[in-house]
């Protein structure tokens, strides 16, 4: 492949490669699920673009008509469906989609549909669109995005193969970060070394991710959570009567900011269990290995263990509904004790 191609989707190196050949060679298929987190937007986009790029240089060009028009928005054969503001994508809009592939591309050598949270879709709308996966027209693309690709039917899942994007190595996010970050990225990676890498450890190989970061005072207000949420499960685990306290009063917030506060506990206590049994491991939640073991002194790992479980028990509960208070004040006391 050219070193460029899909050079907006960072890492991935092998799928895009084979992407771009399957392109070059005219052997691209007719439907693919694209799961995974971050990028999956970003590739989708691309991909549509590649395959009505009239440029011949790395795919997309970027610069050929087709590419001007798709990087507005204003393809006529490129077109995104979602569900909305609805919990579920439904029949009628697979049907919209159905009828709509009959109708040859207007310009553009392939007609693409993605298809936003594809997972979404209700067993009667995947059922619908079985139909057009077993003879689409010869034109078409359908791009079928979700995070996981479980939820959908073993027959859509046979007719479409997934393409399976992997979050990024720590250098790879780092190489976009500075590519795509501007000035403001530069300057972070320079200046403020640490928060530089405490932004790709947040980040956890998702670019996105990184990249919303960036953003306004994004970063500092993530690194505040991650302290608050260190020196509330330490000084549970050390019987510090003001971390519960100042647990109790986290009983407010909504469910999502508590279930996130739990999802750094338990990120936190990962880290310091493993560094109880080894020095070199990638790291989560702390800086190094060495930053957990040093955190975690005199905290053994059988109740770092214990601990874990406490916290992922009053995630489980609270995701299932369960009072947050209450939830929340039974995890201390058994952490505590
Ligand atoms: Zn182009």
């Given at each position: 492949?050219?070193?460029?191609?899909?050079?907006?989707?960072?890492?991935?190196?092998?799928?895009?490669?084979?992407?771009?050949?399957?392109?070059?060679?005219?052997?691209?298929?007719?439907?693919?699920?694209?799961?995974?987190?971050?990028?999956?937007?970003?590739?989708?986009?691309?991909?549509?673009?590649?395959?009505?790029?009239?440029?011949?240089?790395?795919?997309?060009?970027?610069?050929?008509?087709?590419?001007?028009?798709?990087?507005?928005?204003?393809?006529?054969?490129?077109?995104?469906?979602?569900?909305?503001?609805?919990?579920?994508?439904?029949?009628?809009?697979?049907?919209?989609?159905?009828?709509?592939?009959?109708?040859?591309?207007?310009?553009?050598?392939?007609?693409?549909?993605?298809?936003?949270?594809?997972?979404?879709?209700?067993?009667?709308?995947?059922?619908?669109?079985?139909?057009?996966?077993?003879?689409?027209?010869?034109?078409?693309?359908?791009?079928?995005?979700?995070?996981?690709?479980?939820?959908?039917?073993?027959?859509?899942?046979?007719?479409?193969?997934?393409?399976?994007?992997?979050?990024?190595?720590?250098?790879e996010l780092s190489?976009?970060?500075?590519?795509?970050?501007?000035?403001?990225?530069?300057?972070?990676?320079?200046?403020?070394?640490?928060?530089?890498?405490?932004?790709?450890?947040?980040?956890?190989?998702?670019?996105?991710?990184?990249?919303?970061?960036?953003?306004?005072?994004?970063?500092?207000?993530?690194?505040?959570?991650?302290?608050?949420?260190?020196?509330?499960?330490?000084?549970?685990?050390?019987?510090?009567?003001?971390?519960?306290?100042?647990?109790?009063?986290?009983?407010?917030?909504?469910?999502?900011?508590?279930?996130?506060?739990?999802?750094?506990?338990?990120?936190?206590?990962?880290?310091?269990?493993?560094?109880?049994?080894?020095?070199?491991?990638?790291?989560?939640?702390?800086?190094?290995?060495?930053?957990?073991?040093?955190?975690?002194?005199?905290?053994?790992?059988?109740?770092?263990?214990?601990?874990?479980?406490?916290?992922?028990?009053?995630?489980?509960?609270?995701?299932?509904?369960?009072?947050?208070?209450?939830?929340?004040?039974?995890?201390?006391?058994k952490i505590r004790?």
């Open positions: 492949m050219a070193a460029d191609d899909f050079a907006s989707v960072p890492g991935n190196a092998e799928l895009r490669r084979r992407l771009a050949r399957s392109i070059r060679e005219g052997t691209l298929g007719h439907a693919y699920i694209i799961e995974g987190t971050g990028t999956v937007r970003e590739l989708a986009s691309m991909l549509a673009r590649a395959v009505n790029c009239t440029g011949n240089g790395v795919l997309p060009c970027g610069k050929c008509p087709s590419c001007v028009r798709a990087a507005a928005g204003t393809h006529p054969d490129i077109r995104t469906v979602g569900r909305g503001d609805r919990a579920t994508l439904g029949v009628d809009t697979v049907r919209d989609i159905r009828a709509d592939a009959y109708i040859i591309p207007s310009e553009g050598e392939r007609k693409v549909y993605i298809v936003e949270d594809a997972d979404t879709m209700t067993v009667e709308a995947q059922n619908a669109f079985l139909l057009t996966l077993e003879e689409p027209p010869e034109y078409v693309l359908y791009l079928l995005l979700c995070r996981s690709s479980d939820a959908l039917l073993p027959t859509v899942r046979s007719r479409a193969p997934s393409l399976r994007l992997r979050p990024c190595t720590s250098g190489d976009h970060v500075l590519r795509v970050g501007g000035a403001r990225a530069r300057a972070l990676h320079d200046r403020e070394p640490e928060k530089f890498s405490e932004l790709l450890l947040i980040a956890g190989g998702d670019p996105s991710l990184a990249e919303s970061l960036l953003e306004g005072g994004a970063l500092d207000a993530r690194i505040a959570e991650k302290r608050r949420a260190q020196s509330m499960i330490l000084g549970l685990l050390r019987g510090d009567a003001d971390a519960v306290l100042d647990l109790s009063r986290t009983k407010k917030p909504k469910r999502t900011d508590t279930l996130d506060l739990l999802a750094d506990m338990e990120r936190a206590l990962r880290d310091m269990l493993l560094s109880k049994r080894s020095q070199s491991f990638d790291t989560c939640f702390f800086a190094s290995p060495g930053d957990a073991d040093a955190a975690s002194s005199g905290i053994s790992a059988r109740r770092l263990a214990s601990a874990l479980d406490c916290v992922r028990d009053c995630a489980s509960g609270i995701e299932k509904n369960a009072s947050i208070g209450t939830a929340l004040t039974a995890m201390a006391i004790s």
